[in-house]
């Protein structure tokens, strides 16, 4: 079966522009974590979706934001971006928030200039 | 913040058992272990997880000390493309907790 998708692969923003990325998760899956990484603060979660309702949110400010549709794709959004938001976003999917873990897509590479 | 304690790197020849460590002596009674690893520029890959006993899948075995203080992941045969990152994580599940990754150990796979 098909696994986590994520779209765009690469992007390249401006600073203070927005930006919206997608994940559509395993079929069935109805939990969605969003996930950070850089290399110098490493994978840190954002925020975790499970139908349409956000559950838990990591330590990220206001402009960071998303939302979860009633087909469990989520997107996610940054609003007036900085040089600092350049990094891997990644986005996990479980069927209920992660008794076996979560299956994680290849990720959304986001370029701040 | 990580509740796990890990070594930065290890090497591991090829066709020998790589055998990573991970210290988690601040786990509760209702935490997992789990392992993930990540390849570079992939998502992380879940690998196993265990309470208790030890755990063996196709993948990797899992072994837990008694005390759950610390566990051992162990990569039977490792081969070239089992160089990544690896990550001891603990965490309850079920409940759409965060999983706190921490640095990790760099394994490399030496030919």
Known sequence: KAGVTQTPRYLIK???????????PISGHRSVSWYQQTPGQGLQFLFEYFSE??????????????R????????????????GDSALYLCASSL?????????GSGTRLTVV | DAKTTQPPSMDCAEG?????????????????????????SQ??????????????????????????????????HATLRDTAVYYCIVRVPNTGNQFYFGTGTSLTVIP
């Open chain 1, 14 to 24: 401006t600073r203070g522009q927005q930006v919206t990325l997608s994940c559509s």
């Open chain 1, 53 to 66: 309702t956000q559950r838990n949110k990591g330590n990220f400010p206001g402009r960071f934001s998303g």
């Open chain 2, 16 to 40: 020998r058992a790589a055998n990573l460590p991970c210290n988690h002596s601040t786990i509760s009674g209702n935490e997992y272990v789990y392992w993930y690893r990540q390849i570079h």
């Open chain 2, 43 to 76: 998502g992380p890959q879940y690998i196993i997880h265990g309470l208790k006993n030890n755990e063996t899948n196709e993948m990797a075995s899992l072994i837990i000390t008694e005390d759950r203080k610390s566990s051992t992941l162990i990569l039977p």
């Open chain 1, 68 to 83: 979860q549709f009633s087909n469990s794709r989520s997107e996610m959004n940054v609003s007036t971006l900085e040089l």
């Open chain 1, 96 to 104: 209920t928030g992660g008794n076996y873990g979560y299956t994680f």
